[in-house]
């Protein structure tokens, strides 16, 4: 094993989650941008296929893979599927069981094609990069962590596929030995990468699986993790792979420090600016509002645009909660907050934001507040935060009348 070495440069880890892969193609373009001096990488199933398109420099060539992916594109099927965007869908099992029985599991020899036409293995091995690679060998029932240098000539594609080898695909064999996913074993292989490499690490987690908890103090870590979900492992469609591209270029930008925000994307400046004004507390509970009304986060917003759009979101939600409240038994239905019966009173998530609003402006029914705080804090933190804007922009809007 070579030494672990101190370096300015940065060890990049890619964890494995099946097509939510896309998300760090997204990263990478950040990684791009910001100039970072990658001299590692090591990856996890999906992982480790984009973990060799970054050693290869193969930018373009990711971007337009991911862009023209679909499941039945990266699968050998026998019949076309009824879901063809979520290959585990129960309406696709009648077509997944065939394949399973008749060939012991799924060919993705399309993938691989598709990846052979991408990565070339003498231009990765002469790369100045280092690349390594998690798998788990099925015969020994043992994982196995190999970088470039431990990889027989010849047989770099083998274990990059050895390595994405999910349960129920069809298992690849390597001199007689079987292998699965290397997830079975390290999902997140920070720390094989600090057997090598020291210091700066940028890890994309888009898997269940979160950090080790006893890796060294001292690290230069930035951990990007999407906030909201990618969606099922095997749930993909092409009209999708931009966006989450674009959720994997903001939180990468957020987390070195180009951006702020929770839910939303700021200007550093303006957000500190903002958080000083209203309380961080405030700032917070007002970005979960703006999640509950759906506005999109996927943009550079300045801080005024934002409370623009959030009180107007909040004006318009409030003319459909009175209307609502007016036929409706309100007492049951803030009960029913506590209960989770929100269906029953068509209560959607900015409705849901209103009823809590009324809960934390009214303070006449301190119980039911105090139920609804125990049921969804978030919720109610996002109401106060309202209620504060409320207050500060109700007086300016009377003022401008």
């Known amino acids: 094993m070579r030494q672990r070495r101190k370096t300015e440069g940065y060890g990049l880890v890619l964890a494995g989650g099946g097509c939510k892969g896309v998300y760090q193609i997204g990263a990478w373009r950040a990684i791009r941008e910001l100039g970072l001096p990658i001299e590692c990488v090591v990856g996890t199933s999906v992982g480790a296929m984009n973990g060799a398109l970054v050693v290869m420099g193969c930018y373009e060539g990711a971007v337009a893979l991911w862009k023209n992916m679909s499941i039945e594109k990266g699968f050998r099927l026998p019949e076309p599927l009824k879901v063809p965007d979520n290959l585990f869908s129960l309406k696709n099992a009648h077509v997944l069981l065939k394949e399973l029985w008749k060939n012991h599991g799924l060919d993705i020899s399309p993938l691989r094609h598709k990846l052979e036409q991408l990565i070339d293995e003498d231009t990765l091995r002469a790369s100045p990069i280092e690349y390594g690679l998690v798998t788990f060998e099925l015969t020994r029932k043992k994982g196995r962590e190999l970088y470039k240098d431990r990889i027989p000539e010849g047989r770099l594609m083998d274990y990059i596929m050895a390595s994405a080898a999910y349960p129920g695909l069809k298992r690849?064999?390597?001199?007689?030995?079987?292998?699965?996913?290397?997830?079975?074993?390290?999902?997140?292989?920070?720390?094989?990468?600090?057997?090598?490499?020291?210091?700066?690490?940028?890890?994309?987690?888009?898997?269940?699986?979160?950090?080790?908890?006893?890796?060294?103090?001292?690290?230069?870590?930035?951990?990007?993790?999407?906030?909201?979900?990618?969606?099922?492992?095997?749930?993909?469609?092409?009209?999708?792979?931009?966006?989450?591209?674009?959720?994997?270029?903001?939180?990468?930008?957020?987390?070195?420090?180009?951006?702020?925000?929770?839910?939303?994307?700021?200007?550093?400046?303006?957000?500190?600016?903002?958080?000083?004004?209203?309380?961080?507390?405030?700032?917070?509970?007002?970005?979960?509002?703006?999640?509950?009304?759906?506005?999109?986060?996927?943009?550079?917003?300045?801080?005024?645009?934002?409370?623009?759009?959030?009180?107007?979101?909040?004006?318009?939600?409030?003319?459909?909660?009175?209307?609502?409240?007016?036929?409706?038994?309100?007492?049951?239905?803030?009960?029913?907050?506590?209960?989770?019966?929100?269906?029953?009173?068509?209560?959607?998530?900015?409705?849901?934001?209103?009823?809590?609003?009324?809960?934390?402006?009214?303070?006449?029914?301190?119980?039911?507040?105090?139920?609804?705080?125990?049921?969804?804090?978030?919720?109610?933190?996002?109401?106060?935060?309202?209620?504060?804007?409320?207050?500060?922009?109700?007086?300016?809007?009377?003022?401008?009348?």
């Open 172 to 401: 690849p064999e390597i001199d007689g030995k079987s292998f699965l996913d290397g997830g079975l074993y390290d999902n997140v292989p920070v720390k094989m990468l600090l057997c090598r490499h020291a210091d700066n690490i940028v890890v994309v987690n888009i898997g269940e699986t979160d950090l080790p908890a006893d890796l060294p103090a001292g690290l230069n870590l930035h951990y990007i993790k999407p906030k909201e979900s990618l969606g099922k492992a095997f749930a993909f469609s092409p009209e999708t792979a931009e966006t989450k591209m674009e959720m994997g270029w903001f939180d990468t930008m957020r987390s070195f420090g180009r951006l702020a925000g929770e839910w939303m994307y700021f200007s550093p400046i303006e957000y500190r600016s903002l958080q000083a004004e209203l309380g961080e507390e405030t700032v917070s509970g007002l970005e979960h509002a703006a999640r509950l009304y759906g506005l999109d986060n996927l943009r550079r917003c300045s801080t005024a645009a934002f409370i623009r759009e959030l009180w107007e979101c909040d004006r318009i939600s409030r003319e459909k909660y009175r209307a609502l409240r007016s036929r409706t038994d309100y007492p049951a239905m803030a009960k029913g907050l506590y209960a989770g019966r929100f269906k029953e009173h068509k209560l959607t998530s900015d409705l849901l934001l209103q009823l809590a609003e009324d809960l934390v402006a009214g303070k006449d029914r301190p119980k039911l507040l105090e139920m609804a705080r125990r049921a969804a804090p978030d919720l109610l933190r996002a109401a106060q935060a309202m209620e504060t804007l409320r207050r500060r922009l109700a007086p300016a809007e009377s003022a401008g009348a």
